[in-house]
C-alpha cells in the first residue's frame, strides 16, 4: 500500500494488517506459535528474531506511521531505549544526551553505561548550542526527547539534526510523548525514533511494548542487538497492540483537544502555581512547538504548591493517581515518587522538577466532568487542612 497518499486513520487501520485466507474475518489473524517449519522456507521464523507473522505486520504498520523503512517491537519502551542505544555505541564512545528526559532512561545511562566503557555528557538546557557544546572528538550519537518528561520542554529537532549531521553523528530521539500523530520525527532528520508503545500506540493501559524505527540500515544494527538481548514480545500483545494502533489517530487528537482546554483551566486556577503544556501561548517554545508538531498532544504538568499531594489524590473520584500515563483513561501521578524517583534531589532540581509537580494525561472524558473532579478534591483537601 502506497502510504503518501493515504490519511492517518487509513494507516493506522490498514497498513501491515494480516489477511485472513482461511475464513476472511475481518482482522488480522492471530499465529501463537513460537515454532515455525525451518526447511523449504524463505524465513526460518521465530519470536526472539521478531519475525512471526504478527510483529512483521505490526512493524509494517509503525514504519509507515513515523514515515521510517523498518521497525522493531520491544518488551517495553526501555528496552526499546537500551536496545537501540547499545545498538550505535561500543567502548570508547561519547554519547550526549537532553538534560530533560525520562527518569528511565537518565537512570540507564548513569548506571549502564559505565560498565561498558562508554562516556556520556547531559546538556545545560535543549537548544542546539547546548548540544554542541558537550560533542567531544568520539561522540557518535545524540539523545533528544521532545516533548520531554514532564516538564514538556521542546527541543529544536531540525536545529539538533543539522548539527549532528555537520559532525557526522546519529541522532535519536524518544517520540512517546508526541506520538506519530503529533510529531514525525524523521521527517525533521531525526535517524532513529523510539516510544513506549505503552503509552499512546497501546492507549488502554493494558499493554507494555517498545518501538524503535529508522532506515532498514539502521535497523540491521538494532536487530542484531536485539536478538541478544531477547526483549521480545509475545503474540497475543503483538496481536492488541494492532488492534489498538488502529484508533490511535482518533485517541489522540481527543486527548490533544482535552489537554488544550485543561492548560487553559489549570492557567487560570488561583491553586496552581505554574502550568507546562506547548500548546500555552505562554510556553517560551509555544512557536517552535508549532513549527514541528501537528497537535500539541495529551500531556500536560503543573505545580499545585499549597495543596496536600497525598490527600489531593485520594479525594479524586474521576481522574486516577497511577504510573503510567496516555490510557483513555485521565490520570496524575508525581514524577518525584514515580518517573524521576531514581534521580537524586539535585538532579531532579537541575532539571526543575518540583515536589509539588503533577503530571497530568489526558484521557477522552468530556473536560467538565474532570474540572469538577479537581476543584472537588481541592475543596475537600482544603477543609481538611483548616480542620486540622
Not at 517495553?76 to 547499545?86: C, E
Not at 537518565?106 to 548540544?131: L, M, N, R
Not at 486556577?269 to 507546562?276: I, P
Not at 503510567?324 to 515518587?337: D, H, I, K, Q
Request: charged share 20%; aromatic share 8%; proline share 4%.
Amino acid at each position: 500500500m502506497n502510504t503518501d497518499k493515504k490519511g492517518i486513520n487509513t494507516i493506522c487501520t490498514h497498513e501491515g494488517e494480516l489477511e485472513d485466507k482461511l475464513y476472511k474475518g475481518a482482522i488480522s489473524p492471530l499465529y501463537m506459535s513460537t515454532s515455525y517449519e525451518f526447511d523449504d522456507v524463505d524465513i526460518k521464523r521465530y519470536p526472539r528474531y521478531f519475525n512471526t507473522p504478527n510483529q512483521e505486520a505490526l512493524c509494517k504498520k509503525l514504519a509507515a506511521l513515523e514515515h521510517a523503512e523498518a521497525a522493531l517491537i520491544l518488551g517495553s519502551g526501555m528496552a526499546a531505549i537500551s536496545t537501540a542505544l547499545l545498538a550505535f555505541l561500543q567502548a570508547g564512545d561519547h554519547i550526549v544526551l537532553q538534560q530533560t528526559i525520562y527518569g528511565g532512561t537518565y537512570h540507564f545511562a548513569v548506571t549502564q553505561f559505565q560498565k561498558f566503557g562508554i562516556s556520556y555528557s547531559f546538556t545545560d538546557g535543549w537548544e542546539p548550542k547546548d548540544f554542541e557544546k558537550e560533542i567531544n572528538p568520539n561522540t557518535k550519537l545524540i539523545y533528544m526527547e521532545t516533548p520531554s518528561n514532564p516538564l514538556l520542554t521542546i527541543t529544536d529537532i531540525k536545529g539538533v539534526c543539522e548539527l549532528a549531521k555537520r559532525k557526522g553523528i546519529v541522532t535519536m530521539i524518544d517520540n512517546t510523548f508526541a506520538s506519530p500523530i503529533n510529531q514525525t520525527p524523521i521527517d525533521l532528520g531525526v535517524d532513529v525514533v523510539l516510544h513506549s508503545a505503552t503509552k499512546y500506540m497501546g492507549g488502554h493501559s493494558d499493554i507494555c511494548a517498545g518501538v524503535v524505527v529508522s532506515s532498514k540500515e539502521n535497523m540491521e544494527k538494532v536487530f542484531q542487538t536485539g536478538i541478544c538481548f531477547g526483549g521480545s514480545l509475545s503474540d497475543y500483545t503483538v496481536w492488541l497492540l494492532e488492534r489498538s494502533v488502529k484508533t490511535m489517530a482518533l485517541r489522540v487528537r481527543a486527548q490533544n483537544e482535552n489537554a488544550m482546554k485543561m492548560a487553559t483551566y489549570l492557567s487560570q486556577n488561583e491553586d496552581v502555581a505554574a502550568v507546562y503544556y506547548p500548546g500555552l501561548e505562554t510556553h517560551p517554545d509555544h512557536e517552535l512547538a508549532k513549527s514541528q508538531m501537528q497537535g500539541f498532544g495529551g500531556m500536560l504538568s503543573f505545580e499545585l504548591p499549597n495543596v496536600d499531594h497525598a490527600l489531593f489524590y485520594k479525594h479524586l473520584k474521576l481522574v486516577k493517581p497511577v504510573m503510567s500515563l496516555a490510557g483513555v483513561e485521565s490520570t496524575m501521578t508525581s514524577p518525584v515518587t514515580t518517573s524521576h524517583a531514581l534521580m537524586s534531589p539535585e538532579d531532579r532540581e537541575k532539571q526543575g522538577i518540583k515536589d509539588s509537580l503533577i503530571r497530568f494525561s489526558l484521557g477522552i472524558e468530556e473536560t467538565e466532568d474532570i474540572i469538577a473532579d479537581i476543584e472537588q478534591a481541592i475543596a475537600k483537601v482544603k477543609a481538611l487542612t483548616v480542620t486540622a
